[in-house]
T-cell receptor, first 113, second 115 residues
């Protein structure tokens, strides 16, 4: 089955700087890669996603890149703000009828004022 | 956008009792819903896939007799934790896939504490 690894587990950046979180996946059949932001005591919220036929996607300060050959995908947050502090999860879904998504281990992002 | 409602948001129960958690898709029909469990400072671990009108598919290591899943309609899936024990205390989260090949929407989670 699919296995998703995520790094780093914690990340602290100065407000205004950029943050990068990286993930790798194991199943070459995976075709959908969402990123979620989770605040304390709440469910995950989708912030951006990318499909396997696209190499990069951007939405304002957030961008995701995908390298299918290397089975890597990354989240980039620019001009970080205090409200970006949260736990971020990458995930992957294999192209199968199960349609289930598997999560990475999470990155706790802290924005220093 | 697609909204998934989960209730209750928190529940405390005595050891040995059963607890039911509801997951509803409010503005769309979901033939498939997913149940996750999350321990403090850990990731979301998929427990099972809930299929409308049929049996749930459980992940390896998840006890189907302990975690009963019922998906009786296209908008409601329930997870019942039977004979709960303190080690079942966790954050339980459901999700559903939005129609038209959309992304997965998650509920707000249920904090279960077994005392």
């Amino acid at each position: 089955g699919e296995n998703v690894e995520q790094h780093p587990s914690t990340l602290s950046v100065q407000e205004g700087d950029s943050a990068v979180i990286k993930c790798t996946y194991s199943d070459s059949a995976s075709n959908y890669f969402p990123w979620y932001k989770q605040e304390l005591g709440k469910g995950p919220q989708l912030i951006i996603d990318i499909r396997s036929n696209v190499g990069e996607k951007k939405d304002q300060r957030i961008a995701v890149t995908l390298n299918k050959t290397a089975k890597h995908f990354s989240l980039h947050i620019t001009e970080t703000q205090p409200e970006d502090s949260a736990v971020y999860f990458c995930a992957a879904r294999a192209d199968s009828s199960a349609s289930k998504i598997i999560f990475g281990s999470g990155t706790r992002l802290s924005i220093r004022p | 956008g697609a909204v998934v409602s989960q209730h209750p948001s928190w529940v405390i129960c005595k050891s040995g009792t059963s607890v039911k958690i509801e997951c509803r898709s409010l503005d769309f029909q979901a033939t498939t819903m997913f149940w996750y469990r999350q321990f403090p400072k850990q990731s979301l671990m998929l427990m099972a896939t809930s299929n409308e009108g049929s049996k749930a598919t459980y992940e390896q290591g998840v006890e189907k007799d302990k975690f009963l899943i019922n998906h009786a309609s296209l908008t409601l899936s329930t997870l019942t934790v039977t004979s709960a024990h303190p080690e079942d205390s966790s954050f339980y989260i459901c999700s559903a896939r939005a129609p038209g090949g959309g992304g997965y929407t998650f509920g707000s989670g249920t904090r279960l504490t077994v005392v």
